[in-house]
């Protein structure tokens, strides 16, 4: 039998005489809800020759029965441990597949029935489609057959997904899967099971500041639960279903085929476990195998980290970023701290890059030093590499170019550059696949390419650049002119010919792909003919705002009107519901800087206050909320003083415009942009309601920093009770409704802190309501839950500003 389920909710009525209402699901008015209920476009994914279009149909939105099902919740895991499969997943629920030279789509025949599919990927020839399925007892393996569009299963229903996708491609014709071993042991009731001790944590007196986590281990029945679902045998399974165990039962965190195929490369989890930091940071053992299952070599032994040094570009000590060089068939890249990871020691370089080529008989090889922390590597051919290095606290970003065939001593340096700098961003390299089938620099008769967003002071303008490797040389060969649309720049298809992959949008056209042709005079061939399924906003006013905060620092938004609504006259003075999320900056020029465009596809959602401009309500929709520290002053130092500075700018400058009546204007926001807007009612007198969701209003919970905060409780007190809502609850007397979803799994933003925060505010007398939806973690999944909350909005802004 289906369970219903109610809305929770903590109302304080006019009269103080009602604490909890028992409400039942509602729904918005009409213009809302249709503009809120309708069927989502199908995914895409094609092959990378661009044949193929494979269209992922699932629908909008999960159902409560599918949040309500049974889940563990182990080392910063959710999973259901009847399915083996994470419980966080959203579903597939059809597939078809269709020749991007032809009209029609293809329904792909042979699906299973009510299918609930995931973890799809092509082989790689590209002439087959696996995915999983999972069932009411667990989740089996199915293939597709591109060409005849036949889909047929190859497994039972017994993999294990709980680490992520099951299986692993090794050849065109066979891959490695992850099985529940025959075993395998039942799972211990933690509501019966009596605790045989106390649960006990020490300190050796070694400083580590870890962030706050959830979903960690709690005690010894949580290890071995942990270990119970976490385990997996490997066999080697041949696309006729045929299976043979390759590896007996451990928990594997990753696997991963040398490009050659030959060497196989595993990852296990190892015991100590721990209770204050998630799976990823437990001990791991990598070991290189044949193809036979003989051990090759342990390539690298990563002992529990708990303690980490404080910062954001600091790291753990040993071996880390593991993986094969994508140019060669068989060695291993990985990355070495020089400062012991941590970035407060004065060293000349931060990191080393080493390779290690199969059978690992020799030592390593150095391939290059970084001034700054290790950001990646592009690998290429013989001759070129890309390497990334960044420094957080300096946002400072460096690309360098290496012949990877020599030890580089100097690398040369390509971009140096602010990484927070929009208007200067070369763009990214274009990679191709290699014999090996991997992605590498896409070098063409000794030129590369980059492809650009184009951000600029007067627009968006995407843009591709031919970079010469000898001489440096970096020429722009096509730049999108468009005024009206906004073109995306997705790949480089023929280097020769002059195709390019685009997508094509304007505010009320809906996004698809097409075909560019450089060489042509830009010809465009259509792949997808998507319909804008949001038509009745279409004469929606939308425009791309500029004005400036009262330090001169530079602000925007996007800024939405009722359709019809009088901009000449401007008789009506509308009211103004403002939507944002703070960001942290380094300098005032990267934090003016614009990084929206009106042409960009009008498509609401939950997520922001779009819908209430069918309301007759002016939407600033994505406001910027820069908050800045320069030099050796962090961001955080005077974050409410630069916070209502924003604010107010917003307000003044739309005032100014004459569409709004200044006393009648809201403030919203999701996570930190709900802290936000709890302190903006806190703090400042500009606005008449706020609506905050899934936030965290009391920063002593978060002592080891929050957001891009590095500093401690103890560094800074004054700045953490300041900018925390909670400590300064006896100053809101603004009407607030808090919004959370009750299983919240995001670090630091627990349930408990919307729970406190309304207890604290409903006893010193403010006008609170709170509203917990049942099931929902961080973002909100179920259609219910949405529908339900889009009420709660339309009924407060109704009451506390419209009227």
């Keep these: 039998m289906r369970l219903k389920f109610l809305a929770i909710v903590g109302l304080l009525s006019v009269n103080w005489s009602i604490a909890q209402e028992n409400v039942t699901f509602q729904k918005p008015s009409k213009t809302i809800l249709d503009l809120a209920d309708y069927q989502r476009a199908p995914s895409v994914s094609m092959d990378s020759k661009k044949e193929f279009i494979l269209l992922s149909y699932r629908n909008t939105y999960k159902t409560l029965d599918e949040l309500n099902q049974e889940e563990m919740r182990l080392a910063g895991l959710r999973i259901n441990p009847i399915t083996n499969i994470s419980s966080t997943v959203t579903y597939i629920n059809n597939l078809k597949i269709r020749k991007i030279s032809e009209k029609l789509e293809q329904q792909v025949k042979g699906l299973p029935e009510n299918a609930k599919i995931s973890n799809v990927s092509w082989s790689p020839n590209e002439k087959k489609i696996v995915f999983t399925n999972t069932t009411n007892k667990g989740v089996e393996l199915w293939i597709i057959d591109v060409l005849s569009q036949t889909a047929k299963k190859i497994t039972n229903d017994n993999l294990n997904a709980n680490l992520g996708s099951p299986y692993t491609w090794h050849t065109n014709d066979e891959l490695l899967i992850k099985v529940l071993p025959k075993n395998r042991a039942a799972l211990i009731d933690t509501k019966k099971d009596l605790p045989l001790g106390p649960t006990v944590s020490t300190s050796d007196g070694t400083k580590s500041q870890n962030r706050t986590f959830q979903d960690l281990l709690k005690n010894k029945t949580d290890e071995t639960n942990f270990e119970i679902v976490t385990t997996s045998e490997l066999y080697l399974l041949s696309l006729n279903g045929e299976a043979?165990?390759?590896?007996?039962?451990?928990?594997?965190?990753?696997?991963?085929?040398?490009?050659?195929?030959?060497?196989?490369?595993?990852?296990?989890?190892?015991?100590?476990?721990?209770?204050?930091?998630?799976?990823?940071?437990?001990?791991?053992?990598?070991?290189?195998?044949?193809?036979?299952?003989?051990?090759?070599?342990?390539?690298?032994?990563?002992?529990?980290?708990?303690?980490?040094?404080?910062?954001?570009?600091?790291?753990?000590?040993?071996?880390?970023?593991?993986?094969?060089?994508?140019?060669?068939?068989?060695?291993?890249?990985?990355?070495?701290?020089?400062?012991?990871?941590?970035?407060?020691?004065?060293?000349?370089?931060?990191?080393?890059?080493?390779?290690?080529?199969?059978?690992?008989?020799?030592?390593?090889?150095s391939l290059v030093k970084t001034k700054q922390r290790f950001g990646g590597i592009t690998w290429g051919n013989e001759n070129y590499a890309l390497v990334y290095d960044s420094w957080y606290d300096t946002r400072n970003a460096k690309t360098y170019l290496i012949n990877p065939s020599k030890s580089?001593?100097?690398?040369?340096?390509?971009?140096?550059?602010?990484?927070?700098?929009?208007?200067?961003?070369?763009?990214?390299?274009?990679?191709?696949?290699?014999?090996?089938?991997?992605?590498?620099?896409?070098?063409?008769?000794?030129?590369?390419?980059?492809?650009?967003?184009?951000?600029?002071?007067?627009?968006?303008?995407?843009?591709?650049?031919?970079?010469?490797?000898?001489?440096?040389?970096?020429?722009?060969?096509?730049?999108?002119?468009?005024?009206?649309?906004?073109?995306?720049?997705?790949?480089?298809?023929?280097?020769?010919?002059?195709?390019?992959?685009?997508?094509?949008?304007?505010?009320?056209?809906?996004?698809?792909?097409?075909?560019?042709?450089?060489?042509?005079?830009?010809?465009?061939?259509?792949?997808?003919?998507?319909?804008?399924?949001?038509?009745?906003?279409?004469?929606?006013?939308?425009?791309?705002?500029?004005?400036?905060?009262?330090?001169?620092?530079?602000?925007?938004?996007?800024?939405?009107?009722?359709?019809?609504?009088?901009?000449?006259?401007?008789?009506?003075?509308?009211?103004?519901?403002?939507?944002?999320?703070?960001?942290?900056?380094?300098?005032?020029?990267s934090a003016g800087q614009v990084n929206k465009n009106h042409n960009e596809f009008t498509f609401p959602n939950y997520g922001s206050f779009v819908y209430w401009v069918t309301k007759g309500y002016a939407v600033l929709d994505d406001a910027s909320f820069p908050i800045i520290g320069e030099g050796k002053t962090e961001p955080n130092d005077t974050f409410i003083t630069q916070l209502v500075d924003n604010a107010e700018a917003a307000i003044n400058a739309l005032d100014q415009l004459g569409y709004i009546n200044r006393k009648k204007?809201?403030?919203?926001?999701?996570?930190?942009?709900?802290?936000?807007?709890?302190?903006?009612?806190?703090?400042?007198?500009?606005?008449?309601?706020?609506?905050?969701?899934?936030?965290?209003?009391?920063?002593?919970?978060?002592?080891?920093?929050?957001?891009?905060?590095?500093?401690?409780?103890?560094?800074?007190?004054?700045?953490?009770?300041?900018?925390?809502?909670?400590?300064?609850?006896?100053?809101?007397?603004?009407?607030?409704?808090?919004?959370?979803?009750?299983?919240?799994?995001?670090?630091?933003?627990?349930?408990?802190?919307?729970?406190?925060?309304?207890?604290?505010?409903?006893?010193?007398?403010?006008?609170?309501?709170?509203?917990?939806?049942?099931?929902?973690?961080?973002?909100?999944?179920?259609?219910d839950n949405i529908l339900h909350l889009l009420w709660e909005q339309e009924q407060f802004l109704d009451k506390y500003l419209k009227n």
């Design 408 to 589: 580089n001593a100097n690398p040369t340096i390509l971009f140096d550059r602010n990484s927070q700098d929009i208007y200067s961003d070369p763009g990214n390299f274009e990679t191709k696949k290699n014999q090996y089938n991997r992605y590498v620099l896409a070098v063409e008769n000794d030129k590369a390419y980059l492809i650009g967003d184009g951000f600029s002071k007067d627009g968006q303008f995407p843009f591709i650049s031919e970079f010469n490797l000898k001489t440096l040389e970096n020429k722009k060969i096509y730049t999108s002119t468009y005024k009206d649309k906004k073109e995306d720049l997705i790949s480089i298809e023929d280097f020769k010919k002059g195709d390019v992959l685009v997508m094509i949008q304007s505010k009320n056209e809906f996004p698809n792909y097409y075909m560019r042709n450089l060489k042509s005079k830009n010809k465009l061939t259509p792949i997808t003919t998507f319909t804008n399924p949001f038509e009745s906003i279409k004469n929606v006013y939308k425009e791309v705002i500029k004005y400036k905060r009262k330090d001169g620092v530079e602000l925007s938004g996007t800024l939405y009107l009722p359709a019809g609504y009088d901009r000449t006259t401007k008789k009506e003075k509308l009211p103004l519901l403002i939507w944002a999320y703070p960001e942290e900056f380094k300098d005032k020029n």
């Design 244 to 365: 043979k165990l390759f590896k007996s039962a451990a928990i594997y965190a990753g696997e991963s085929f040398s490009p050659d195929g030959q060497y196989l490369l595993l990852t296990t989890i190892q015991r100590p476990y721990s209770y204050i930091v998630p799976m990823s940071r437990f001990p791991q053992k990598s070991i290189v195998y044949d193809l036979n299952g003989n051990e090759i070599k342990t390539v690298n032994e990563i002992p529990l980290n708990e303690i980490m040094p404080k910062g954001f570009s600091s790291v753990r000590k040993g071996k880390r970023n593991m993986g094969w060089r994508a140019d060669l068939p068989a060695s291993l890249y990985f990355v070495e701290a020089l400062d012991e990871g941590d970035q407060s020691k004065s060293v000349e370089f931060r990191d080393e890059v080493f390779t290690w080529d199969a059978p690992f008989n020799a030592l390593p090889t």
């Design 665 to 783: 204007v809201a403030v919203g926001g999701h996570s930190y942009g709900a802290f936000m807007t709890a302190n903006l009612l806190t703090h400042s007198n500009l606005f008449a309601c706020g609506i905050a969701r899934s936030g965290a209003y009391n920063r002593t919970l978060t002592p080891f920093g929050f957001q891009s905060e590095q500093r401690n409780y103890w560094d800074v007190p004054t700045i953490y009770n300041e900018m925390s809502p909670f400590m300064n609850a006896d100053k809101m007397k603004t009407p607030l409704l808090l919004v959370h979803g009750d299983a919240d799994n995001n670090p630091g933003t627990f349930t408990l802190q919307s729970e406190r925060y309304f207890q604290a505010l409903k006893g010193l007398g403010a006008p609170v309501r709170l509203v917990l939806l049942p099931k929902e973690s961080h973002g909100y999944a179920a259609k």
